[in-house]
Nanobody, 119 residues
Framework: QVQLVESGGGLVQAGGSLRLSCAASGRTFSSYAMAWFRQAPGKEREFVAAIIWSRRSTSYANFVKGRFTISRDNARNTVYLQMDSLKPEDTAVYYC????????????WGQGTQVTVSS
């Protein structure tokens, strides 16, 4: 059974950095694209960043452009989210997700990792 496992969350001061990891386990794992989403208390889940496995093409939400970087390691089936210049409003549970095609929904999700940014 394929699973996504996030790690790297924690507590950091405003202006600091964290790197999140999302490791895919399972011998049959395959993916067209991976993405990071986040959900703050009382808010809906929102898109943060995505990367296409084969082309390294990336996309970002406007509110993280220039601060966050998504990358992947094919050999390890792992996706990373480097978060710099963190702000208190970045506080949320961060989830990684996978989808099988460009017009298919993200249908495989991790359990989430908490990121808390103190002011």
């Amino acid at each position: 059974q394929v699973q996504l496992v996030e790690s790297g969350g924690g507590l950091v001061q405003a202006g600091g950095s964290l790197r999140l990891s999302c490791a895919a386990s399972g011998r049959t794992f395959s993916s067209y694209a991976m993405a990071w989403f986040r959900q703050a208390p009382g808010k809906e889940r929102e898109f943060v960043a995505a990367i296409i496995w084969s082309r390294r093409s990336t996309s970002y939400a406007n509110f993280v452009k220039g601060r966050f970087t998504i990358s992947r390691d094919n050999a390890r089936n792992t996706v990373y989210l480097q978060m710099d210049s963190l702000k208190p409003e970045d506080t949320a549970v961060y989830y990684c997700a996978s989808r099988q095609g460009p017009v298919m929904p993200y249908d495989l999700w991790g359990q989430g990792t908490q990121v808390t940014v103190s002011s």
